[in-house]
Each structure stands twice: as structure tokens, then as C-alpha cells.
């Protein structure tokens, strides 16, 4: 039960005056005269000029403040949903989708979404005794939320799963899957589609036997009107030696029957504004704009991220477009320095090591020695490959990291073995993507050490294995433990393919930061040892933790355009989610519903079909009124 | 002589008397024109002779022109009565001076006069019902007595004059003049039990008693009103909105008992107005 007009419920606030003036009780002073005969006669005359008359407790009041309340509470408009039939069931599905984060009505803090929630709700909580209530999630894939049940706080709970997505919504699958569900269900059953109608074309939706009833959140006015960011790209530009600078494309729609001019305003994470572009945008247009930017790695290698914004001309940077989706007014995208994979070669490197790590384009290589990393001051770890030649440090660096012929007893804590000379390769892991299109079938090794402990082992040889590699939560590290040099290796196309997988395999963990991409309102998968804990960061500054199950933490996140930061262990990761769907960026309900099948009926409702009880209320109040006049002629109220 | 009567107001009595506007049957020969035929000399009318008759007041001279036997009537002298109606309640008791106090100076006054006047006075104190009175009197000898009496009147009592009246009438007393000096603020009524008296022949006055803030309050604060006799109360804010409305409703009170004396021929005097008291009396009864 909700309230269509709760600032009517103001009028409540007449009680307070109408208390006071029963409580109010003005101190006099008491006077002994003669006779008040005349002072009788002359307040009766006071009162009689008077256009009220003095108060007295009595039970017209009460009935009188009654009726003031009923009133007040009919104004108001107070409605549920409509009542399900005693012993039917109840199918609703719950359109997900990115549009339904568009505002419901102009000025109004509702978005869709939470309209469609509370719609459900009601529709739960007017579930007669007997009816069962099913909940379908129409998002990209359609997923049974709540089997049929006629537990209220199941319903409830799963109400509170449900979030929107970032993409589109399949709502015929959806009402397909919910008819499937409903199947035999008993007489007055029927399907509840809650959505915005934000999606072009037809939509045939097949019920089957079970009538389906579409409810229409937010409004095809101007409340529906959009601009939003539609495609985002950085890319290197083309002229120049610098290879920091770089272009921002971006691709912004104008959906509504008016234009608009806009701020797009790109930005980069932790150094403020890059450059701002005005622009105005035609009425169902699209304009593109393209921002020049130095974008440089920042001292750990690590690639900026650019953030593009909307706001509106007349409002202030940041202050977004104030239309009714706020999803698509921010972007985020990767410089195209990701692309470029830092390589820091600790030690000396052999020659045929250094030349197949330059083979890769973009590949940066940095020399370093490990006496400069132990006094860099910078506590962020290096954000590229690392190879080790010879010495390795103690402990292993976060990130993925590369072992070449290591010199001491162990290497990150795993034992190693004496040389042994011109052992033969037996096996190596062809499954394993380091591996892959690589043969060791005529390899031959001069010398090599015997990797110990429980590490997977990546090439055997007869005398143990000879490469392994290390699984960490902050990152992996390959350790070969032979020096390539010391062998014909170098001289076969699988070395050059072997540190091109490397470095694809690195390049790859730190473009997708680890997270797997996705869009927004999508849980984070976030790779981690089960059991680790995962912080994330939300754009909005929010923090959340979950612990890693099955190698994965699933992060259930908002629909929020943005950089999610991700801490595993000391791994720091990055994940982006942004809309960039011109067909979810249009948020003007235009779907037309049919109904597919045969024996189907659609019925649609242009918004969500309340019924309203203030007539209930308005009887009431006018019972009370007539109780009123009732007591007032037969008990001679005064 | 009494507080009751200053020198200066008894010199300015000294030349009035009581007049009544009816003639009265006394019990005595008396110094005014008595409604009874009597001994006077002042002829009257003449009425068959009857058996029994005192023959020498047969008019011979009418017999011989007319040859019946009619007798002369003269008018008879007689005294008048005069009770003073003196209301003693609670309410009396509030004024400055008290109501009570001016009340006493009129009964004073007037008996006074009524005692020198060779009329006779009786003083009935009222409130709820009768109290102890002066008994009738006659002679200027009594005054003193009167005046002593009058001093000891003492204020106590609800005001209800129909019902003192009532009394007063059981006890059949002779037809004279009664002056009813009173507030007149009875929640029962002032006009049936002066109808009454006038119905049994009385001739009432009515010297009304008032004081000067019961018709034209001082404005000021919020108040809560106690009515000396019935302990009701009101509340009342006296501001300007609050004492006109009184005013007037105290000017109409005081116009309705006026309009009700003159429309009834009774006397009436108001005493505790803009007029002192001694000034409204002594108009009344030179006008009488």
C-alpha cells in the first residue's frame, strides 16, 4: 500500500491547531464581583458576534478530528496493487535492464526500477490466502529469482537481489520462462511483466495458457528525454614521435525532440581535468567529439585511465546532464599505454632474451638492477613483467614476473637443485597458455637446475623439472632454471613464441586488471586463492569485501559507470564498467507487446495499475460525518 | 444622628415628604388623603341611607329635593405605610462605597421622612427570602430606632426577590408605598414580583443600587469572573471588545428596568450612576 499524493497527508497537520485549542487554557486572575448576570449576558453577546465559539471537549471533536484524518488520508490517495484471486498464482517479471535506472516521472527521485520493486511488493503483499508468487528476472539472460512461494520475507529477500543491469533485457524469453513455470497453474494465474517498454520493435510475448498483464513504469514524456555517451575509445595518435599522446573519441546521442548542449569533459584518474569540449547535440542525433591528451604511464608503468563526462552547459562540470538516465553520462577507457607492456630486466639479461622481448612492438624494456628496486621510494608495485636474470629478491614481486637461470638456493622460497648437465627434456605442459604453439621436441639444454617443492612443473626433464611456475594471489611467476643462452632454444621459432606468450599472458592480466570485463550492474569476478579476502572501491567511494570461493569472488555491484579498484593481497587490480548501449541510452518506452502463440492474451497498462483505496476512506469520512450529525441532534451536542 | 444621614442631606429632606401617587386605606387618621370615605370635610359622594346608618350624616337637604334618604360621604384622612424593601444580599456588599451602604442611606432617608411625615414605616430586609424587619412605626421618635437598625443590616444571602415578595405579601400587610431598594441583579427576574406588589394594591419605587464599576468596568487583564452569590464563574478577557459589549448590555439592562417603570407608573430612582445618590433621591421625591 503506498500513497499516490502523501503531501496530502498534510492536512493531518489540522490536528495540531484543533488540539491546541482544547489544551490552550489561558491563566486568569480570579476577581469576586457582585453579580456576573451581566457579564453572562454580555459574553453571550461576544460570542454571538463572534465567527467561532468557544471550545468545549466533546464528542463532536473526536468524530470532527476523525473525519479530519480520513480526510486528510483519502487526499493522500492511499492504493495497492491490485488483488490476486484467492489460490492463483502470480508470475512478475522484473525488467532489469539499464533503462530502468532512467528517473520515473520528471522531478521525481523514483527511478523506474525502484517503481517496478515496489509494484512487486505490493503485488506480494496483496497475495490472498492460498496464492503463491513467482519472481523472474528479465536481464540480459532470464533467471527464476523466487520459485512459486507464499513466503513473504522469500519474496522480500529476493526482491532485495535484484539490481539493474547493464544491458538489455530479453523479455520475451523471460515471460517464457515464467509461462513454463506457471504451467498448470489454477484459474486466475496469470504473468505480471513490470517494465519500462524502453526497447524498439515488437516484443511477442507468449504466455502460454496464463494471460500476461504488462505494467508500465516511468513516463513517455519528458521525463524520457537522454543524452547520453554511446562509445568511448583512446587511441595513440598517429602522427608525432611521442607515443604518450593520444586522441579520446567519443560518441555522444541526443534521444528526445529537443537539443541540447553539453560539456563532454575528459579527465584522467588522480590527475584532474585533460581537456573539456562543448557541444551541442540535434534532437535523435549523434555528434562525435575527439579530445587530444598526453597521456604518460605514471612511475610505476601503469597506464592512466580516462574518465569522459556530460553536464549540461548551463550547470557546472560535474554536476552531470540532470536528464533521465545518469548512467551513460560517464565513460571510462584505458590509455592505449595498457597496450604497452613495461618490461623490467633485473640483472643481465642474455642477449637472444633481450632480443625476443623487443620482438614484441609493444614492449617497453627497463633496466634495473635489484639493488635500484629495494630503494625505489614508490610503494606501488611495478606495473609490467619483471624478469629476473641470475639474483632474484627474497620475496616475489607483486604482479607476473619471469626467472632466468636463478643463482641462489631457492627462488621465492622454493628450493632449487644442483646444475645438472645436458639434461633431456621428457615433457612440458602443452595445455598451458605459456606453452602454447610451443615445442620442446628438439630442444637441448647444456645445463639447467632442478626446480624442488610443490610447484607446478612446466618442462621436465629427466633429471626434475626444469621450468615451473608460481601461482600467487598477487600475480605469477614463470621460472625457467636454465639460462636460454646455454641453449639451442634461442635458435628455434618457439622461443621468440614462448616470451610472446609471456608477455601476452602479463599484458593480458594487467589490461583486464585481472577482472574479467563486464557491464555495469554485473557482479565482479575477480580471480583469487579461495578463502582471500577482496576489497573493492566503487566509483562512488563505497568499499566492500568478499571472500574468494572457488577461486573466484563474485562482487555483486550497482549499475555505476566507472573504475571498481580491486585489492587481492597487495594486488592491486582495476576493473571498468561503463553503458555505452545507444539502444539502453533511449529510454522512451516505445515496445510494442503482442502476443505470440495460441490461447494467449496480453493485456497492457500504460503504468503501473494501482488500486487506489481512498474511496474506502471517503465512505468512512463521510460515516463519521454522519455519526456526527447524528450525535449531535439526538444527544444535543453543544 | 447616624452616619446614615449627613446634616447637609437631612436639611435639604427637611422640606420633602414621601408622596405616594395612589391614596391609601390607613389605620389611623392620617396627614393624606385616605381611599376610604371618612370624617373629613372635604365631601366625597352620597350612597343610599340603609337601616343602621349614622343619621346625622343623612344629607337633609338632598331628601328634601328628593325626598330619599341619602347620606354625605367624606373623604377620610389616613396615614400612609411605608416599607422599605431593603436587599441585603451578598451581592450588595461589593462597590465602594457598598452597595449595602447606599442602600441603608436611602432606607434611611426614607424613612426618615416617613417618620417625620407622621407615616408609618416598616423596613423588611430581603435576600432569599426575608430577613428580620423594622416593625411598623410612626412618629419622628422612632428615627433613631430606624437609623440604629439600618446599621446593623449586614450583607449575606442569594438575591431572590420573587420569593421575598411573596413573603412579604403572605403576611398581608395594608396597601402603601414600597420602595424596593436593590441591584435588581436577580437571575430570577425583577418585573413579577414588583407586578405582584402592584397587584395587591402596593405602590412600588424602585430605587435601583449600582456601583459605578457594575456599568462602566475599568479595562485590564484576563480575569476570572466570581459571582459573590452563586460562585459561578467567567472568564473574561476585559479589554475594549469586552467592556463595550458590557456596557451595553448593562445600559440595556439598566433601560429595561427603566422603560418597565415608567410603562408601569412606578417610581424609580438609580442611584450609583453619574448622579451621587443624595442628588437622585431628592429629584425623586421633589418630581413625585
Same mark, same amino acid.
Given at each position: 500500500?503506498?500513497?499516490?499524493?502523501?503531501?496530502?497527508?498534510?492536512?493531518?497537520?489540522?490536528?495540531?491547531?484543533?488540539?491546541?485549542?482544547?489544551?490552550?487554557?489561558?491563566?486568569?486572575?480570579?476577581?469576586?464581583?457582585?453579580?456576573?448576570?451581566?457579564?453572562?449576558?454580555?459574553?453571550?453577546?461576544? =460570542?454571538?458576534?463572534?465567527?467561532?465559539?468557544?471550545?468545549?471537549?466533546?464528542?463532536?471533536?473526536?468524530?470532527?478530528?476523525?473525519?479530519?484524518?480520513?480526510?486528510?488520508?483519502?487526499?493522500?490517495?492511499?492504493?495497492?496493487?491490485?488483488?490476486?484471486?484467492?489460490?492463483?498464482?502470480?508470475?512478475?517479471?522484473?525488467?532489469?535492464?539499464?533503462?530502468?535506472?532512467?528517473?520515473?516521472?520528471?522531478?521525481?527521485?523514483?527511478?523506474?526500477?525502484?517503481?517496478?520493486?515496489?509494484?512487486?511488493?505490493?503485488?506480494?503483499?496483496?497475495?490472498?490466502?492460498?496464492?503463491?508468487?513467482?519472481?523472474?528476472?528479465?536481464?540480459?539472460?532470464?533467471?527464476?529469482?523466487?520459485?512459486?512461494?507464499?513466503?513473504?520475507?522469500?519474496?522480500?529477500?529476493?526482491?532485495?537481489?535484484?539490481?539493474?543491469?547493464?544491458?538489455?533485457?530479453?523479455?520475451?524469453?523471460?515471460?517464457?520462462?515464467?509461462?513454463?513455470?506457471?504451467?498448470?497453474?489454477?484459474?486466475?494465474?496469470?504473468?505480471?511483466?513490470?517494465?519500462?517498454?524502453?526497447?524498439?520493435?515488437?516484443?511477442?510475448?507468449?504466455?502460454?495458457?496464463?494471460?500476461?498483464?504488462?505494467?508500465?513504469?516511468?513516463?513517455?514524456?519528458?521525463?524520457?528525454?537522454?543524452?547520453?555517451?554511446?562509445?568511448?575509445?583512446?587511441?595513440?595518435?598517429?602522427?608525432?614521435?611521442?607515443?604518450?599522446?593520444?586522441?579520446?573519441?567519443?560518441?555522444?546521442?541526443?534521444?528526445?525532440?529537443?537539443?541540447?548542449?553539453?560539456?563532454?569533459?575528459?579527465?584522467?584518474?588522480?590527475?584532474?581535468?585533460?581537456?573539456?569540449?562543448?557541444?551541442?547535440?540535434?534532437?535523435?542525433?549523434?555528434?562525435?567529439?575527439?579530445?587530444?591528451?598526453?597521456?604518460?604511464?605514471?612511475?610505476?608503468?601503469?597506464?592512466?585511465?580516462?574518465?569522459?563526462?556530460?553536464?549540461?552547459?548551463?550547470?557546472?562540470?560535474?554536476?552531470?546532464?540532470?536528464?533521465?538516465?545518469?548512467?551513460?553520462?560517464?565513460?571510462?577507457?584505458?590509455?592505449?599505454?595498457?597496450?604497452?607492456?613495461?618490461?623490467?630486466?633485473?640483472?643481465?639479461?642474455?642477449?637472444?632474451?633481450?632480443?625476443?622481448?623487443?620482438?614484441?612492438?609493444?614492449?617497453?624494456?627497463?633496466?634495473?638492477?635489484?639493488?635500484?628496486?629495494?630503494?625505489?621510494?614508490?610503494?606501488?608495485?611495478?606495473?609490467?613483467?619483471?624478469?629476473?636474470?641470475?639474483?632474484?629478491?627474497?620475496?616475489?614481486?607483486?604482479?607476473?614476473?619471469?626467472?632466468?637461470?636463478?643463482?641462489?638456493?631457492?627462488?621465492?622460497?622454493?628450493?632449487?637443485?644442483?646444475?645438472?648437465?645436458?639434461?633431456?627434456?621428457?615433457?612440458?605442459?602443452?595445455?598451458?597458455?605459456?606453452?602454447?604453439?610451443?615445442?620442446?621436441?628438439?630442444?637441448?639444454?647444456?645445463?639447467?637446475?632442478?626446480?624442488?617443492?610443490?610447484?607446478?612443473?612446466?618442462?621436465?626433464?629427466?633429471?626434475?623439472?626444469?621450468?615451473?611456475?608460481?601461482?600467487?594471489?598477487?600475480?605469477?611467476?614463470?621460472?625457467?632454471?636454465?639460462?636460454?643462452?646455454?641453449?639451442?632454444?634461442?635458435?628455434?621459432?618457439?622461443?621468440?613464441?614462448?616470451?610472446?606468450?609471456?608477455?601476452?599472458?602479463?599484458?593480458?592480466?594487467?589490461?583486464?586488471?585481472?577482472?574479467?570485463?563486464?557491464?555495469?550492474?554485473?557482479?565482479?569476478?575477480?580471480?583469487?586463492?579461495?578463502?582471500?579476502?577482496?576489497?573493492?572501491?566503487?566509483?562512488?567511494?563505497?568499499?566492500?569485501?568478499?571472500?574468494?570461493?572457488?577461486?573466484?569472488?563474485?562482487?555483486?555491484?550497482?549499475?555505476?559507470?566507472?573504475?571498481?579498484?580491486?585489492?587481492?593481497?597487495?594486488?592491486?587490480?582495476?576493473?571498468?564498467?561503463?553503458?555505452?548501449?545507444?539502444?539502453?541510452?533511449?529510454?522512451?518506452? =516505445?515496445?510494442?507487446?503482442?502476443?505470440?502463440?495460441?490461447?494467449?492474451?496480453?493485456?497492457?497498462?500504460?503504468?503501473?495499475?494501482?488500486?487506489?483505496?481512498?474511496?474506502?476512506?471517503?465512505?468512512?469520512?463521510?460515516?463519521?460525518?454522519?455519526?456526527?450529525?447524528?450525535?449531535?441532534?439526538?444527544?444535543?451536542?453543544? | 444622628?447616624?452616619?446614615?444621614?449627613?446634616?447637609?442631606?437631612?436639611?435639604?429632606?427637611?422640606?420633602?415628604?414621601?408622596?405616594?401617587?395612589?391614596?391609601?386605606?390607613?389605620?389611623?387618621?392620617?396627614?393624606?388623603?385616605?381611599?376610604?370615605?371618612?370624617?373629613?370635610?372635604?365631601?366625597? $359622594?352620597?350612597?343610599?341611607?340603609?337601616?343602621? $346608618?349614622?343619621?346625622?350624616?343623612?344629607?337633609?337637604?338632598?331628601?328634601?329635593?328628593?325626598?330619599?334618604?341619602?347620606?354625605?360621604?367624606?373623604?377620610?384622612?389616613? $396615614?400612609?405605610?411605608?416599607?422599605?424593601?431593603?436587599?441585603?444580599?451578598?451581592?450588595?456588599?461589593?462597590?465602594?462605597?457598598?452597595?449595602?451602604?447606599?442602600?441603608?442611606?436611602?432606607?434611611?432617608?426614607?424613612?426618615?421622612?416617613?417618620?417625620?411625615?407622621?407615616?408609618?414605616?416598616?423596613?423588611?430586609?430581603?435576600?432569599?427570602?426575608?430577613?428580620?424587619?423594622?416593625?411598623?412605626?410612626?412618629?419622628?421618635?422612632?428615627?433613631?430606632?430606624?437609623?440604629?437598625?439600618?446599621?446593623?443590616?449586614?450583607?449575606?444571602?442569594?438575591?431572590?426577590?420573587?420569593?421575598?415578595?411573596?413573603?412579604?405579601?403572605?403576611?398581608?400587610?395594608?396597601?402603601?408605598?414600597?420602595?424596593?431598594?436593590?441591584?435588581?441583579?436577580?437571575?430570577?427576574?425583577?418585573?413579577?414580583?414588583?407586578?405582584?406588589?402592584?397587584?395587591?394594591?402596593?405602590?412600588?419605587?424602585?430605587?435601583?443600587?449600582?456601583?459605578?464599576?457594575?456599568?462602566?468596568?475599568?479595562?485590564?487583564? $484576563?480575569?476570572?469572573?466570581?459571582?459573590?452569590?452563586?460562585?459561578?464563574?467567567?472568564?473574561?478577557?476585559?479589554?475594549?471588545?469586552?467592556?463595550?459589549?458590557?456596557?451595553?448590555?448593562?445600559?440595556?439592562?439598566?433601560?429595561?428596568?427603566?422603560?418597565?417603570?415608567?410603562?408601569?407608573?412606578?417610581?424609580?430612582?438609580?442611584?450609583?450612576?453619574?448622579?451621587?445618590?443624595?442628588?437622585?433621591?431628592?429629584?425623586?421625591?421633589?418630581?413625585?
Amino acid at each position: 500500500m503506498g500513497l499516490l499524493s502523501p503531501l496530502a497527508l498534510l492536512w493531518a497537520g489540522l490536528l495540531a491547531p484543533l488540539v491546541v485549542l482544547y489544551i490552550l487554557k489561558r491563566r486568569r486572575q480570579p476577581r469576586e464581583i457582585g453579580s456576573t448576570l451581566l457579564w453572562e449576558l454580555a459574553l453571550r453577546d461576544l =460570542r454571538a458576534e463572534r465567527p467561532w465559539k468557544k471550545l468545549i471537549p466533546q464528542v463532536a471533536l473526536l468524530l470532527q478530528a476523525l473525519a479530519i484524518l480520513a480526510g486528510a488520508l483519502a487526499l493522500a490517495r492511499p492504493a495497492g496493487a491490485g488483488r490476486v484471486p484467492a489460490g492463483a498464482r502470480i508470475a512478475v517479471v522484473i525488467d532489469t535492464s539499464a533503462s530502468m535506472a532512467a528517473r520515473a516521472a520528471v522531478g521525481s527521485d523514483d527511478t523506474r526500477f525502484s517503481r517496478a520493486i515496489r509494484a512487486a511488493r505490493d503485488l506480494a503483499r496483496s497475495l490472498p490466502p492460498g496464492g503463491e508468487m513467482m519472481i523472474v528476472e528479465a536481464a540480459g539472460n532470464a533467471a527464476v529469482i523466487a520459485a512459486p512461494t507464499r513466503d513473504a520475507s522469500a519474496l522480500e529477500r529476493a526482491l532485495a537481489t535484484l539490481r539493474v543491469r547493464g544491458g538489455g533485457s530479453d523479455l520475451e524469453a523471460a515471460v517464457s520462462v515464467a509461462a513454463e513455470r506457471m504451467r498448470g497453474s489454477p484459474s486466475g494465474s496469470r504473468i505480471v511483466l513490470i517494465t519500462d517498454a524502453a526497447m524498439s520493435g515488437e516484443l511477442a510475448l507468449d504466455g502460454r495458457s496464463v494471460p500476461v498483464e504488462v505494467r508500465k513504469v516511468g513516463e513517455p514524456n519528458a521525463s524520457s528525454d537522454n543524452t547520453g555517451i554511446v562509445a568511448v575509445d583512446v587511441r595513440p595518435r598517429s602522427e608525432g614521435n611521442t607515443p604518450d599522446r593520444a586522441d579520446v573519441f567519443v560518441r555522444i546521442a541526443r534521444f528526445a525532440r529537443t537539443p541540447a548542449d553539453v560539456y563532454v569533459t575528459a579527465s584522467v584518474e588522480g590527475r584532474g581535468v585533460v581537456a573539456s569540449r562543448r557541444v551541442t547535440v540535434g534532437p535523435g542525433a549523434q555528434e562525435s567529439v575527439v579530445i587530444p591528451a598526453d597521456l604518460p604511464p605514471d612511475p610505476s608503468g601503469r597506464a592512466p585511465i580516462v574518465r569522459v563526462e556530460l553536464s549540461l552547459a548551463s550547470a557546472a562540470p560535474g554536476e552531470g546532464t540532470g536528464d533521465a538516465l545518469t548512467l551513460d553520462d560517464v565513460a571510462v577507457a584505458p590509455s592505449p599505454g595498457v597496450r604497452r607492456l613495461p618490461v623490467f630486466v633485473v640483472g643481465d639479461a642474455s642477449e637472444p632474451v633481450v632480443r625476443a622481448l623487443r620482438a614484441d612492438r609493444d614492449v617497453e624494456l627497463f633496466a634495473t638492477t635489484l639493488t635500484a628496486l629495494a630503494e625505489r621510494d614508490d610503494d606501488a608495485p611495478l606495473d609490467g613483467l619483471v624478469v629476473y636474470a641470475g639474483p632474484t629478491p627474497a620475496e616475489a614481486p607483486p604482479g607476473d614476473s619471469l626467472v632466468l637461470a636463478p643463482t641462489g638456493e631457492s627462488v621465492f622460497g622454493t628450493p632449487l637443485g644442483p646444475e645438472v648437465r645436458r639434461p633431456q627434456l621428457v615433457r612440458w605442459e602443452e595445455s598451458d597458455p605459456r606453452l602454447r604453439f610451443v615445442s620442446f621436441a628438439d630442444v637441448h639444454l647444456a645445463a639447467s637446475r632442478t626446480v624442488r617443492g610443490g610447484l607446478r612443473p612446466l618442462i621436465s626433464a629427466d633429471a626434475g623439472a626444469v621450468a615451473a611456475v608460481l601461482v600467487r594471489p598477487s600475480g605469477e611467476t614463470t621460472l625457467l632454471a636454465f639460462d636460454p643462452a646455454r641453449s639451442d632454444w634461442p635458435t628455434r621459432p618457439s622461443f621468440v613464441v614462448f616470451f610472446r606468450n609471456l608477455v601476452e599472458r602479463a599484458r593480458a592480466h594487467r589490461a583486464a586488471g585481472g577482472v574479467p570485463p563486464g557491464r555495469t550492474g554485473e557482479p565482479l569476478r575477480v580471480p583469487a586463492p579461495d578463502g582471500t579476502s577482496v576489497t573493492v572501491t566503487t566509483p562512488a567511494g563505497e568499499t566492500m569485501r568478499v571472500v574468494s570461493r572457488g577461486g573466484v569472488a563474485l562482487v555483486p555491484t550497482d549499475a555505476e559507470p566507472g573504475v571498481f579498484a580491486v585489492r587481492v593481497g597487495e594486488r592491486q587490480l582495476f576493473a571498468l564498467r561503463n553503458l555505452l548501449d545507444e539502444h539502453e541510452s533511449d529510454v522512451r518506452p =516505445r515496445a510494442r507487446f503482442t502476443v505470440a502463440g495460441v490461447g494467449a492474451t496480453v493485456r497492457v497498462a500504460d503504468r503501473v495499475e494501482t488500486q487506489e483505496a481512498w474511496p474506502y476512506v471517503a465512505g468512512a469520512l463521510l460515516l463519521l460525518l454522519v455519526l456526527e450529525a447524528l450525535w449531535a441532534t439526538r444527544k444535543g451536542a453543544t | 444622628m447616624s452616619s446614615l444621614l449627613e446634616p447637609e442631606f437631612l436639611r435639604r429632606l427637611a422640606r420633602l415628604r414621601v408622596l405616594a401617587r395612589k391614596r391609601f386605606a390607613g389605620s389611623a387618621g392620617g396627614a393624606r388623603r385616605s381611599m376610604r370615605r371618612g370624617s373629613s370635610a372635604e365631601f366625597a $359622594d352620597h350612597r343610599p341611607y340603609y337601616a343602621g $346608618d349614622d343619621v346625622r350624616r343623612i344629607d337633609w337637604n338632598a331628601y328634601a329635593r328628593l325626598e330619599e334618604l341619602v347620606l354625605r360621604l367624606y373623604v377620610a384622612e389616613e $396615614d400612609l405605610t411605608l416599607y422599605l424593601l431593603v436587599d441585603t444580599s451578598r451581592s450588595l456588599a461589593f462597590g465602594t462605597p457598598t452597595k449595602l451602604e447606599v442602600a441603608k442611606r436611602i432606607a434611611a432617608a426614607l424613612g426618615y421622612l416617613g417618620l417625620t411625615g407622621s407615616e408609618r414605616v416598616a423596613v423588611v430586609p430581603f435576600s432569599s427570602a426575608l430577613g428580620r424587619g423594622f416593625a411598623p412605626a410612626r412618629g419622628s421618635r422612632r428615627v433613631g430606632a430606624l437609623l440604629r437598625y439600618l446599621d446593623g443590616l449586614e450583607a449575606n444571602g442569594e438575591t431572590d426577590l420573587t420569593r421575598a415578595v411573596d413573603q412579604f405579601l403572605a403576611r398581608a400587610p395594608r396597601p402603601g408605598l414600597v420602595a424596593v431598594i436593590s441591584d435588581l441583579l436577580d437571575p430570577g427576574g425583577f418585573e413579577r414580583p414588583l407586578d405582584r406588589l402592584a397587584s395587591e394594591r402596593h405602590e412600588p419605587v424602585i430605587f435601583q443600587v449600582l456601583d459605578r464599576e457594575e456599568i462602566d468596568p475599568t479595562p485590564g487583564g $484576563d480575569l476570572v469572573l466570581v459571582d459573590s452569590e452563586r460562585g459561578t464563574k467567567v472568564e473574561v478577557s476585559l479589554d475594549a471588545r469586552a467592556i463595550a459589549a458590557y456596557r451595553a448590555r448593562a445600559l440595556a439592562f439598566l433601560a429595561g428596568v427603566q422603560a418597565y417603570a415608567k410603562k408601569r407608573g412606578f417610581g424609580y430612582v438609580l442611584a450609583g450612576g453619574e448622579v451621587p445618590f443624595e442628588d437622585a433621591l431628592i429629584s425623586y421625591l421633589r418630581a413625585a
